[in-house]
Structure formats: C-alpha cells, structure tokens
C-alpha cells in the first residue's frame, strides 16, 4: 500500500531525498553534493542538469529498498530564488541557474531604487529591492544572453525557479507555489498573481512566467521513462515549498507568533504571522508561507548571510580549529568571550542592517585573547545575528514570541543553543528529527494525498529533543548585546 511520502529536498550544496513514513519517521535517505560556479568575484552559479540529475539520482537511491508502488506522493522544496530559463521545445536552459547568493544585478538595483519604485515594490511583493530576488535574475538573462530576449517574447523560452524546473522535469507542469513566488519581486502577495506593471517594468515577458499554484495540491504525475525513476511513473507531485518556509511548517509553527530559526551556512528566522501580511519597519520582509484549502498563511523573514559559515571561516580560512565541534569544545573552555566581538559581514550585512558596504571585524581583542575567546565569539555572533531578527519581529510584529525553534547544521551545537535562549529569553527548541525542511515538504504532500488528514496531526507528530532556557542573568546579557551593536555599527559602511 502507499504509505510513504518522498520529500525532494534541493538545497545551495546539495540535493537530497528523503522518504517518510505516516509516522513522520525517516526510511530512507540520501544526498549528493553539487559543484558551485563561480565565474567572477560576487557571481554564483549552478549547471540546471547537474540540479536534476543529482535530484534525480538521490530520489533512485531513496527509493531503491522500497517496494513498487509504496509512494503515495511527492513534496519538492528548494534553495529559492535561484533563477533558470530553459528553452520549452528542447528543454535546455539557455543559461546556468543564477543563485541566490549571486550579487551580479546590484547596481541594476541600484537603479530601481533610483527610479523610485522601493515604496511599489515593498507595497506589492512584501520585499526590498535587492539582488538576492530573482526579478533581476531574469531581467539579466535576457539582456545577456543572444537572442534570450527576442526568444521569450516569442514565448519560446521558460522561467522557473528550482522547484518549478523539478516538477516540469518531473511532470510536464510549468507552476511555481505561492511561497516561492513570493520571492521573485514579480509576485502580488496579496492578491496571488504575477504582478504585470512589475513585469513591465522589469522588462520580463509574462508569458514565460509559470502559474502560480497553492502548496498542497496535485499539480500532475511523475512521467514514465525518468532513469532511476521508472517506479513512479504516475504518482502525483503534490506539494512545492520554498525550503524555509517548508521548515516553518516542518517544525509545525502552524499559529501566529510561532518561529523558528534555521542555523545553516546563513540564518532564516521565519514567524507565522497568520492570514495577513505584516508590513516590516524593522528590515524584515513579508512572504507566503503557504497556502493550503484556499487559506493563506504569510511570514516575517529576516535572513542573515553568514551564520555557520563563520565556523567554517574559523577553520578554513583562520585554521583555529579542525571542525565545528572542536568550536564548540573551545568556546566552552572560557567563561566569555573576554570582550571580543566578531562581526561576520564577509558579504556585507542582510537583514535587518542592509549594508552592502559593511565587512567583518574582530573588536576588543587585548594581549590576552587567546583562540578560545575568538571561537567563542564565532558562536555568539550567530546567537547576536538571530537576537537582532528576533528584535526585529517582536517590533513588526506587536506581540510576544514565547518560544523559538531551531534547526539547521549548527543547530547541534548545545553551547550556541544556550547562548540562543540566555539572549532572548525565551525557550530555545530543538526537535528530535532535525530533517524539518524535508518533512515540511512532506507534509505538505502527505496532506494532499490523505496521508495526513490535518495540521492537528501533524503537530502532534513533532517532538522535542532538548529546550534549552534561560540561565545566565538577563542583565549580562543585555550588556554584552549592547556591546556587539556597537561593534556592527563600527563595521558598517565600511567598504564604502
Ligand atoms: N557541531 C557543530 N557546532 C556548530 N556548528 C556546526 C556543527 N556542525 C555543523 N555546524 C555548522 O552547520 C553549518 C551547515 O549547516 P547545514 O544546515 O547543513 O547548511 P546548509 O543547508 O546551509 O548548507 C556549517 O556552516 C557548520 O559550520
Ligand atoms: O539551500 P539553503 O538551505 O542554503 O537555503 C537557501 C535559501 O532558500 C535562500 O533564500
């Protein structure tokens, strides 16, 4: 019988598939990286085929031990933003994928912000102008590549970000969900429709466009013939998220005011702030969190750039350490950080400063500090990075968050953990199945095809491994937050 859900898990490093169990169990996983391009100083791309056979051949081997015909459905969800456009006909892109990360439109930004349209787009999208958003993406494309332009007025030519390409390999489908689309700067949140004087403006035709779908529903079946994927001909694809959104709901923050933190190479704080958007004063944006049965849930997000990759700094680039836990056992070694503050604005800051122009510091260094002070401060400017997000949403926001849950690679880390709840105050949450991205994804899917019956259930499936509380006195904490906005503040605007 069908009983299990196959989560696609498509992320910045690595493609990864997951089967779940009605238990919400892991039965089978697997992964494989991917290389990253980098073409020029601030560009980032990836190769689409590399995207679909590595998501191809983790999904062949996930499946592999399991009898034919036990997926009931599949649940994609993605590294967002990072934008494709291939050719209908033949179905080659026409570029790489553009990434997230890449900062190649910038000064087109730049310019949008000249021409004024902040307060449209910001009204609209629920986003800032930036180059992290796919619109620009796309806008360069088709001013760079020869012939792209002319192609897509044609309407020879598709866009779609990572899960739309998925499903219309998978399927045939061209459809985007709601909480990707949600960060393209093109997409109406309010009214869940492309936008078409932002088209316009961008220069963007909509007929490359894909259609923009809810997050739970069938959006077609898997074709026969896929290599490795020959046993799912005909199962429905039936759920898509954008994979921090999808860990909002894998982590079951299904009511307003409720958080969650994923510690990973950056940090996305996401709040359920239910069936209306909030307009952020605090530099966060707003986005679909999903949309299920015909109701809408949105979320605050602040993102920050560089979280775990700071430890990675540590002990690639400093070589103060051999690994992450070697940080942790080091930082625990002393009881403070001794006054330093590590500022990691390796790519400037994202939210809630937005400051291209700022760059990384080490303040309050003395004779001394030692490498244990320094790795100490690596973990605590993750906690600090968080705490200001937090900030940001309780102001947007007018409520109390009781509560933060975390996930994400760093997320192992007890000593961050603790730092997390001794600055906010709260509970720091940490599940028992750290895989919440996937398992949102599958959730998503196991709601569409009866797997799961409602959000009720789902919750109840959630268990917490460790909730860490508040121990250190709030009053020292408050002083050495204090010290580390000072310390952003020195670091801001630096480059410029
Ligand atoms: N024991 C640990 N303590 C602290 N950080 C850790 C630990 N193990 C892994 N990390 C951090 O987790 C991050 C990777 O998290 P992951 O969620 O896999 O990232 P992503 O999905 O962004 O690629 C790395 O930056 C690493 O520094
Ligand atoms: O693939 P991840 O986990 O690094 O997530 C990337 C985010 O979706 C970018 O917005």
């Known amino acids: 019988m069908a009983s299990y859900i196959l989560a696609l898990d498509q992320g910045t490093t690595s493609s990864?598939?997951?089967?779940?169990?009605?238990?919400?169990?892991?039965?089978?996983?697997?992964?494989?990286?991917?290389?990253?391009?980098?073409?020029?100083?601030?560009?980032?791309?990836?190769?689409?085929?590399?995207?679909?056979?590595?998501?191809?051949?983790?999904?062949?081997e996930a499946i592999r031990e399991l009898p034919e015909g036990s997926i009931a459905g599949i649940g994609v969800t993605n590294q967002r933003e990072t934008t494709i456009v291939w050719d209908k006909a033949t179905g080659q892109p026409v570029y790489n994928a553009i990434v997230w990360q890449c900062r190649r439109t910038a000064e087109l930004c730049e310019e949008l912000k000249r021409q004024g349209l902040e307060e449209r787009i910001v009204s609209t999208t629920g986003l800032l102008i930036d180059a992290y958003f796919s619109g620009t993406k796309i806008r360069w494309i088709l001013d760079n590549v020869p012939g792209a332009r002319q192609r897509a007025e044609r309407g020879e030519l598709l866009f779609g970000?990572?899960?739309?390409w998925?499903?219309?390999?998978?399927?045939?489908?061209?459809?985007?969900?709601?909480?990707?689309?949600?960060?393209?700067?093109?997409?109406?949140?309010?009214?869940?429709?492309?936008?078409?004087?932002?088209?316009?403006?961008?220069?963007?035709?909509?007929?490359?466009?894909p259609r923009p779908v809810e997050n739970s529903a069938v959006y077609g079946t898997v074709q026969p013939g896929i290599p490795g994927l020959e046993t799912l001909a005909g199962v429905p694809v039936c759920a898509a998220a954008g994979d921090q959104q999808a860990a909002l709901f894998g982590q079951a923050c299904f009511h307003p005011g409720e958080a969650?933190?994923?510690?990973?190479?950056?940090?996305f704080t996401l709040m359920n702030v239910g069936a209306e958007p909030v307009r952020s004063r605090a530099g966060l944006v707003s986005s679909v969190a999903w949309s299920v049965g015909g109701r809408t849930t949105y979320a605050l997000e602040g993102s920050v750039f560089n979280g775990g990759s700071t430890i990675q700094w540590l002990r690639d680039e400093l070589r103060l350490v051999d690994s992450a836990p070697e940080c942790d056992r080091l930082a625990e070694s002393v009881e403070s950080s001794g006054g330093v503050v590590v500022v990691p604005a390796f790519t400037g800051m994202g939210a809630p400063y937005w400051d291209m122009y700022a760059r990384g510091a080490i303040l309050g260094i003395t004779r001394g500090t030692g490498r244990a002070h320094i790795a100490r401060a690596v973990l605590e400017c993750i906690a600090y990075q968080v705490t200001d997000l937090m900030l940001a949403m309780r102001q947007d926001a007018g409520c109390d968050i009781?509560?933060?849950?975390?996930?994400?690679?760093?997320?192992?880390?007890?000593?961050?953990?603790?730092?997390?709840?001794?600055?906010?105050?709260?509970?720091?949450?940490?599940?028992a199945m750290v895989e919440t991205t996937a398992f949102g994804a599958a959730s998503l899917a196991g709601l569409a095809c009866g797997l799961w019956r409602d959000t009720e259930e789902l919750a109840a499936l959630r268990r917490s491994q460790r909730v860490f509380l508040p121990q250190r006195p709030q009053a020292d904490c408050d002083d050495e937050y204090r010290l580390w906005k000072k310390a952003v503040s020195r670091a801001c605007h630096w480059a410029e």
């Open 16 to 60: 990864r598939a997951i089967v779940f169990d009605r238990a919400g169990q892991i039965a089978a996983k697997a992964q494989h990286p991917f290389p990253q391009i980098y073409p020029q100083a601030g560009w980032v791309e990836h190769d689409p085929m590399t995207i679909w056979d590595t998501e191809r051949l983790a999904a062949a």
């Open 161 to 164: 970000t990572v899960e739309t």
């Open 166 to 209: 998925l499903i219309w390999k998978l399927t045939g489908q061209h459809v985007t969900d709601y909480s990707n689309a949600s960060r393209t700067m093109l997409f109406d949140i309010h009214r869940l429709c492309w936008d078409e004087e932002l088209c316009r403006l961008l220069q963007i035709p909509a007929c490359m466009l």
């Open 260 to 267: 969650k933190n994923t510690y990973g190479t950056g940090c």
């Open 402 to 431: 009781t509560a933060l849950r975390a996930d994400g690679g760093a997320s192992v880390s007890d000593i961050l953990m603790q730092m997390q709840a001794d600055l906010l105050r709260i509970p720091v949450d940490r599940p």
